[in-house]
């Protein structure tokens, strides 16, 4: 027994090992990622950051079980067989059903599982209460806001209860203050259930206050490049730990990392 | 506010363009500008109109036709939906069609008549067979179209909700395509209602088209006319049905 509990305790939640991919291109095909590697623990909140074109959404995708690749991922020490309801994803243009309204979005996945009607019911109005859409259940996306619209996506993705969360830049299309909510929301959501989370981002501050690790990718083809533990105290409101001398270091830190692959990626382009 | 009058003024100006044509034609043969063989009266027309209602003979032709149409559309619907997804999702099924439908899209279906009459016998099979052939292709192009355009990430977040490959063209599919099949069965409906009423006209078997042809043989020309007036109502009536089940369901109509 204590031989197996040790062994969940070393197998990491997600490993990505020599991750390539490339796509065809016009004449060559283009390497969009470039042997990454990468491991996540369960219950940690892992940040990707690097300049546009870098290929971090790729690796997500690739994580996803939407793309191919070459090279392993494994996910509790098993090769991931395409997309999986134990990775919950979050897109940035929120992937909302149109045709189904806030209710039946969140209820869509639910249904394919095994859970009684009644039980799927009061899944999914907690989860109204949690987003706060409470009397927004019988509309339909079109008829929200984009910050209501990603509540209701985060909603959906929560609903089947998955044990990973990938989040590819899920607040990329809203207003600053709406931004800062959702991070909050989202912080509290993983507080509460500790999930395993990746986000692809490109709001240093976003992946600084947010995450307990934050990868750094080069320009394309990707790789990644530099990794900074944040070790900051989750339980103090926003406003004290961004103005915290702690914070400033570490988003500078990661900012003149990130900065130097947009520049780097500059160079690129303009020789290309 | 500003549009409520707009739409008003619209329509009142199709009701005038149209009055005007009926007041021509009324004038025009009531001044003996072309004999009652030619153009006879619109007044006699409607007379004419009204009296092959009362028997009950253009009621029943009309009857024949529309079964003949939408038994015609229906089976092209299933086929064409049902195809335009399988080319959309698999490549082989797309390989193997899309040079067909190339070759048959823009080919008069008309053309095919003698052949159906000579497999399917002068009465509906043929007729019904040759109205789901013409309209079978506008229905997989557009089909085709509005599967293969399909937001990837809905798929996705499908998928990694659990849907299977058979739900997911149940439940993502066919939903996320609707609207453009919508489309294109709004095209394919005066399609069914040209091919059967021509097929009728060139190949008999009665409906609409067949007594149209045996009053003109009899110089019987406001039958003639009250035929045609009758098929342009019933095409306008039929899309304007169609518009309004399409302006139903704006909730599709997004890409959220």
Known sequence: MRAVTD???IVPKIQIQAVSKSYPGDKNPVLALRTVDLSINEGEFVSIVGPSG???????????????ADGKVLVDGKAIQGPGTDRGVV?????????????????????????????????????????????????????????????????????????ILLLDEPFGALDAQTREVMQDELLRIWLETRKTVLMITHDVNEAVYLSNRICVMSARPGQIVEEFKIDLDRTIPRERLFTSDAFNKTRNEVWISVRQQALAAEKLNARV | MEREPSKRALQIRSVISVLVIVVLWETAARAGLASPLFLPAFTAVMAEWWTVCADGSLPADLLTSLFRAFAGLFAATLIGVGLGIAMAR????????????????????????????????????????????????????GTYAAASAINRVWIWSAYSLGTSNLTLLFRIVLPAAWPRIFAALRVALPVSLITTFTAEMVGGGGGMGAALMYSQRFFESPTVFAYILTMLVVGLLLDAIMLRIQTAFPAWHSNA
């Not at chain 1, 870098?54 to 191919?68: A, M």
């Not at chain 2, 053309?111 to 019904?128: E, M, Q, V």
């Open chain 1, 7 to 9: 062994e969940k305790a």
């Open chain 2, 90 to 141: 698999s490549r082989l099924v797309h390989w193997i069609f899309d040079p067909v439908i190339a070759l048959a899209f823009p080919s008069p279906k008309i053309a095919f008549l003698p052949i159906f009459i000579l497999w399917f016998g002068i009465y509906s099979t043929s007729k019904i067979l040759l109205v789901a052939f013409a309209c079978v292709f506008p229905i997989v192009i």
């Open chain 1, 91 to 163: 897109f940035q243009e929120y992937a909302l059903f149109p045709w189904l309204t806030v209710r039946n979005n969140i209820l869509y996945g639910l249904e394919r599982g095994a859970l009684a009607p009644e039980e799927r019911a009061r899944i999914a109005d907690r989860l109204i209460g949690v987003i706060g859409l409470k009397g927004f259940e019988d509309r339909y996306p079109r008829e929200l806001s984009g910050g209501m619209k990603q509540r209701v996506a985060i909603a959906r993705t929560l609903a089947c209860d998955p044990a």
């Open chain 1, 54 to 68: 870098c290929g971090k959404s790729t690796l997500l995708y690739v994580l996803g079980g939407f793309l191919e």
